[in-house]
């Protein structure tokens, strides 16, 4: 399999639910969260799980994981 497929699926596996608050994307929505008007209603606590971790892998302290992730550079 790609090696980038394989770090897609563990990533996502990783991540899922990172800072999840325990209210559903609906409610989110209804009760017109910070995170749903960052997010424009759609997917609210996925995205922000998204974004969460990803800030957390470009921290410096994983420098040498980014290396072993990103082929040519940075990913950011």
């Not at 990783?14 to 969260?33: C, P, W, Y």
Request: aromatic content about 8%; glycine content about 4%.
């Amino acid at each position: 399999s790609d090696p980038l497929t394989q770090f897609a699926v563990v990533f996502a596996a990783l991540i899922h639910d990172v800072d999840h608050t325990g209210l559903s994307n609906a409610q989110l929505v209804k009760e017109h969260s910070t995170l749903a008007r960052i997010f424009s209603n759609k997917s609210v606590a996925e995205q922000n799980s998204v974004v969460v971790a990803w800030e957390l892998l470009m921290e410096p302290r994983y420098e040498d994981l980014q290396q072993c992730i990103f082929a040519h550079g940075s990913g950011r």
